[in-house]
T-cell receptor, first 113, second 113 residues
Framework: KAGVTQTPRYLIKTRGQQVTLSCSPI?????VSWYQQTPGQGLQFLFE???????NKGNFPGRFSGRQFSNSRSEMNVSTLELGDSALYLC????????????FGPGTRLTVL | DQQVKQNSPSLSVQEGRISILNCDYT??????FLWYKKYPAEGPTFLIS?????DKNEDGRFTVFLNKSAKHLSLHIVPSQPGDSAVYFC????????????FGTGTRLQVTL
């Protein structure tokens, strides 16, 4: 079974731009969660999508949004990028949700200049 | 407000000895706890979880203990192996309409020969 894949792996943007990250879950998994990892804050939960619906949301501003497609692939969008958005963005998939065993992708390293 | 805390940023243990990683939480609503391991340049890997109705869960060399009255959980690795060297995150979850997975900031474990 193929694992969780994320594209692109690395991204460099400038302040004010927007970015879209993509995540393909493990086949058959309907839940996709997104996380932000920074050295100071550790891992923080962004949101979870299940069957194309946002089911849970963390404490992030509205600049962070996402969606899930009918094939369970998910995208995360960050608009009006700020320097503090530089981080490793991870997505994870599972069968039932965030309290289930989650399988993480390798992450997308976003650098905002 | 850091609801899940890992107060030791790093830990060094000799091969073959016990590694004990600690995690404290403040939100008494948490009812499910998970531990993840993360190697550099990879996404986190699920290790072991425990429900709040239990006080211990064991899986091979990994055992998680939960002390609800102290709002404390710990991960024991016995015996520690060099391949266990990684960053360990604890995470907590509670069911509810606004629920989300909350992570600690991580503890870097170094298992020395």
């Amino acid at each position: 079974k193929a694992g969780v894949t994320q594209t692109p792996r690395y991204l460099i943007k400038t302040r004010g731009q927007q970015v879209t990250l993509s995540c393909s879950p493990i086949s058959g998994h309907r839940s996709v969660s997104w996380y932000q990892q920074t050295p100071g804050q550790g891992l923080q939960f962004l949101f979870e999508y299940f069957s194309e619906t946002q089911r849970n949301k963390g404490n992030f501003p509205g600049r962070f949004s996402g969606r899930q497609f009918s094939n369970s692939r998910s995208e995360m969008n960050v608009s009006t990028l700020e320097l503090g958005d530089s981080a490793l963005y991870l997505c994870a998939s599972s069968s039932r949700g965030v309290a289930d065993t989650q399988y993480f992708g390798p992450g997308t390293r976003l650098t905002v200049l | 407000d850091q609801q899940v805390k890992q107060n030791s940023p790093s830990l060094s243990v000799q091969e073959g000895r016990i590694s004990i990683l600690n995690c404290d939480y403040t939100n008494s609503m948490f009812d499910y706890f998970l531990w993840y391991k993360k190697y550099p340049a990879e996404g986190p890997t699920f290790l072991i979880s425990i429900s709040s109705i239990k006080d211990k869960n064991e899986d091979g060399r990994f055992t998680v203990f939960l002390n609800k009255s102290a709002k404390h959980l710990s991960l024991h690795i016995v015996p520690s192996q060099p391949g266990d060297s990684a960053v360990y995150f604890c995470a907590a979850w509670y069911t509810g309409t606004a629920s989300k997975l909350t992570f600690g900031t991580g503890t870097r474990l170094q298992v020395t020969l």
